[in-house]
């Protein structure tokens, strides 16, 4: 079983910068896709970005290009968000989730994942 863990969140004025990062416990024996979702109150959870196992494959919202970055840690499940230019309609919970997949591809739809992080809250004052 796979445990991940997301860190980083905080308050933040906007056109600040935040950086989230999300890393893994337990049994990773597979190789996994790795993505960031949000969820704001009253709201349904949102794609933000995905990357690919290799780090070579990366897929953004549109409401984020351009302003965040997705990357991959060292460790097999390690991955984190650069966020830049924070606007106020980025206050969420932001979750980190976890595919075991052996193609090197993004996966952008919350359902597909099996791991997910507890989340951390990105708050942006304006």
């Known amino acids: 079983q796979v445990q991940l863990v997301d860190t980083g969140g905080g308050l933040v004025q906007a056109g600040g910068s935040l950086r989230l990062s999300c890393a893994a416990s337990?049994?990773?024996?597979?190789?996994?896709?790795m993505g960031w979702f949000r969820q704001a109150p009253g709201k349904e959870r949102e794609f933000v970005a995905a990357?690919?196992?290799?780090?070579?494959?990366?897929d953004y919202a549109d409401s984020v290009k351009g302003r965040f970055t997705i990357s991959r840690g060292d460790a097999k499940i390690s991955v984190y968000l650069q966020m830049n230019s924070l606007k106020p309609e980025d206050t969420a919970v932001y979750y980190c989730?976890?595919?075991?997949?052996?193609?090197?591809?993004?996966?952008?739809?919350?359902?597909?994942?099996?791991?997910w992080g507890q989340g951390t809250q990105v708050t942006v004052s304006s």
């Open positions: 989730a976890a595919r075991p997949l052996l193609a090197d591809s993004v996966v952008t739809t919350p359902d597909k994942y099996n791991y």
């Open positions: 337990g049994r990773t024996t597979s190789t996994y896709a």
């Open positions: 990357i690919s196992w290799s780090g070579g494959n990366t």
